[in-house]
């Protein structure tokens, strides 16, 4: 099993940088695909970006394409997200999640542990 932990969400302005991490105990963190999804209030949670067991591949939403990116550093057995140009509509709560089977997914289903998230809000 692995415990996930997020953190570094908060409040900047449209344009702004963030960056969120999500810091991983147990097992063999680098045995786990990793993937960010995001749910804002009244929406339904969507994929984000992945990230492959060695980092060599990334995935992106197209609507954060070329605005973030995702990395991992598996000797600190933590996943990063970086935020940049942000707008009002990626207010979310960001949620990170480990795939222990199989490749990098955009779906929620395929991963099987998740962080309990943290708050990213972009005022206008």
């Known amino acids: 099993q692995v415990q996930l932990v997020e953190s570094g969400g908060g409040l900047v302005q449209t344009g702004g940088s963030m960056r969120v991490s999500c810091a991983a105990s147990?097992?063999?963190?680098?045995?786990?695909?990793m993937g960010w999804f995001r749910q804002a209030p009244g929406k339904e949670r969507e994929f984000v970006a992945a990230i492959t067991r060695n980092g060599g591949s990334t995935y992106y939403a197209d609507s954060v394409k070329g605005r973030f990116t995702i990395s991992r550093d598996n000797a600190k057995n933590t996943v990063y997200l970086q935020m940049n140009s942000l707008k009002p509509e990626d207010t979310a709560v960001y949620y990170c999640?480990?795939?222990?089977?199989?490749?990098?997914?955009?779906?929620?289903?395929?991963?099987?542990?998740w962080g309990q998230g943290t708050q990213a809000t972009v005022s206008s």
């Open positions: 999640a480990a795939k222990s089977r199989g490749i990098a997914s955009m779906s929620a289903n395929g991963y099987d542990y």
């Open positions: 147990g097992r063999s963190f680098s045995s786990y695909v």
